[in-house]
T-cell receptor
């Protein structure tokens, strides 16, 4: 099993540009989570999906952020336009059916730097 | 809403010694899961150990064990025979068993330093 795959690993972009982060969950996992990690705020849940349907997006900071899951094997998190305060590590994680008994499996994260 | 508190931002321990990381949580639910995650400098989040709330027995995984005190809502992690590779950020986490709230809540983390 390849685990949760995120790309890119690092992203440096200029303020105002569009940024797209990508995630491939583990096959068979029906939950997918996007987290943001910063020194000040720790790990924040942005949004999560169950069976490709967004369940809770209350953590999405503002309209500049959007997430999609067009199928069971792919999700994107988009920031448009990006701002320096969006600089953080963004994690994707997935969890199997009945997954409350399990922790998540995390991807390696994308370190985003907005200059 | 559930909360998870880790009151020790940083800790240090001598190699081969034992260290305990503290975690408390707040919930009105009677059944849930608790986890400890490790984040080394590589930033990969690794599940270390998990505990089911309805089980009295404390979970153990090799050198890692927990002290789960349900009434006190306390969930500490003990690392025995500390090794240099244990240096990392450790996160305590809570997950509800109710599908209406099926997400993990993380504490702020404790950074553990291992002194050679």
């Amino acid at each position: 099993d390849a685990g949760v795959i995120q790309s890119p690993r690092h992203e440096v972009t200029e303020m105002g540009q569009e940024v797209t982060l990508r995630c491939k969950p583990i096959s068979g996992h029906d939950y997918l989570f996007w987290y943001r990690q910063t020194m000040m705020r720790g790990l924040e849940l942005l949004i999560y999906f169950n069976n490709n349907v967004p369940i809770d997006d209350s953590g999405m900071p503002e309209d500049r952020f959007s997430a999609k899951m067009p199928n069971a094997s792919f999700s994107t998190l988009k920031i448009q336009p990006s701002e320096p305060r969006d600089s953080a590590v963004y994690f994707c994680a997935s969890s199997p059916p009945g997954g409350f008994a399990y922790g998540y499996t995390f991807g390696s994260g994308t370190r985003l730097t907005v200059v | 809403a559930q909360t998870v508190t880790q009151s020790q931002p940083e800790m240090s321990v001598q190699e081969a010694e034992t260290v305990t990381l503290s975690c408390t949580y707040d919930t009105s639910e009677s059944d849930y899961y608790l986890f400890w995650y490790k984040q080394p400098p590589s930033r990969q989040m690794i599940l270390v150990i998990r505990q089911e709330a309805y089980k009295q027995q404390n979970a153990t995984e090799n050198r890692f064990s927990v002290n789960f005190q349900k009434a006190a809502k306390s969930f500490s992690l003990k690392i025995s025979d500390s090794q240099l590779g244990d240096a990392a950020m450790y996160f305590c986490a809570y997950r509800s068993v109710y599908l209406r709230d099926d997400k993990i809540i993380f504490g702020k983390g404790t950074r553990l330093h291992i002194l050679p």
